[in-house]
């Protein structure tokens, strides 16, 4: 019991700090390449001594592992350039809400290419989802960091959500390595495949700028890993997944109490019907229900 209470309030700081990420990335005022690129520097930095202090540098990768974490990590930068990109057009709120799409992305990988069946009702969320998604789209919110690129950050979003599912997919091949060391190398592949972009263009030019990007890394990724991975190992799937929608919660108590975004009407109801059904989804809401009306048959 004493684990599993731990193991809760570890998962629920994780989420917290995913979602104040937004409110930094919109304060530290650089490109998205460079906020990215920060991330995974000071990331892997902080992921270095996690993974030392756990024994995991002694790990031995074969090559096909090593392959495989590097495309997970090439897959979740990517996703992190689109989330990123798309908060300064879709607000960080809206953004992230339609980010918490990504149940669904992996519902229709496991169609094609694990053969996973997909049933009636997860196709109503499916559905449900996605009546959220152009309820969402038909009003843009009133944000003062928002441009006018609004559909195009609500496309950069989604696109975002399928590089999570790819990343998630493509971790799948690496059952037995330690999720911390996996966490280390995808931001050392950001950190190597966004360097010569970023260093060519100089360096940020004052010490609140360096602030907010080194707690990017410290805190959002090297602190949340940490804690995350340690609520995963105390807590049962189930669990982990309800508590994970702290994260899309915090980020709208942050874009709009913190940020100053009014949402319109219909956006709130659309951004509350994604994650019904994405939670739905998540944990199974009417399977249960279902299979035990097959067994008493």
Not at 8 to 23: H, L, N
Not at 206 to 233: C, D, F, K, N, R
């Amino acid at each position: 019991m004493q684990d599993q209470t731990r193991g809760t309030i570890q998962m629920v700081a994780a989420m917290v700090i995913s979602g104040t990420i937004g409110w930094f990335v919109v304060m530290a005022g650089e490109p998205v390449l460079t906020v990215v690129f920060w991330r995974c520097v000071f990331g892997a930095g902080a992921l270095v001594i996690l993974c030392a202090a756990l024994g995991l540098l002694r790990v031995r990768l074969t090559r096909k592992q090593l392959l495989m974490a590097g495309l997970s990590g090439v897959a979740l930068v990517l996703n992190w350039l689109l989330l990123f990109g798309s908060y300064s057009r879709a607000s960080v709120s809206v953004a992230t809400v339609v980010y918490n799409t990504q149940p669904f992305m992996l519902l229709c990988f496991g169609a094609v290419f694990f053969g996973e069946r997909i049933t009636v009702v997860k196709l109503g969320w499916l559905g449900l989802a996605f009546a959220g998604v152009v309820a969402i789209v038909l009003n843009r919110p009133d944000a003062t960091y928002v441009s006018d690129d609004y559909l195009p950050g609500i496309a950069m979003a989604l696109l975002a959500a399928l590089g999570w599912a790819t990343a998630a997919i493509t971790t799948k091949a690496l059952k037995g390595v330690p999720p911390q060391l996996i966490a280390l190398i995808h931001v050392s592949v950001g950190s190597v495949m966004l360097a010569p972009f970023v260093l060519a263009n100089g360096l940020p030019a004052t010490p609140e700028t360096w602030a907010v990007l080194a707690s990017m890394g410290l805190i959002h990724t090297g602190l949340m890993y940490a804690l995350l991975y340690a609520a995963i190992q105390s807590l049962p799937t189930s669990q982990q997944g309800a508590l994970a929608f702290v994260y899309p919660v915090v980020t709208i108590l942050v874009d709009v109490f913190a940020m100053g975004t009014r949402l319109q009407p219909v956006q709130g109801l659309g951004m509350a019907v994604i994650l019904l059904a994405a939670a739905g989804m998540t944990l199974g809401w009417g399977q249960r229900r279902t299979r035990t009306v097959e067994a008493s048959r």
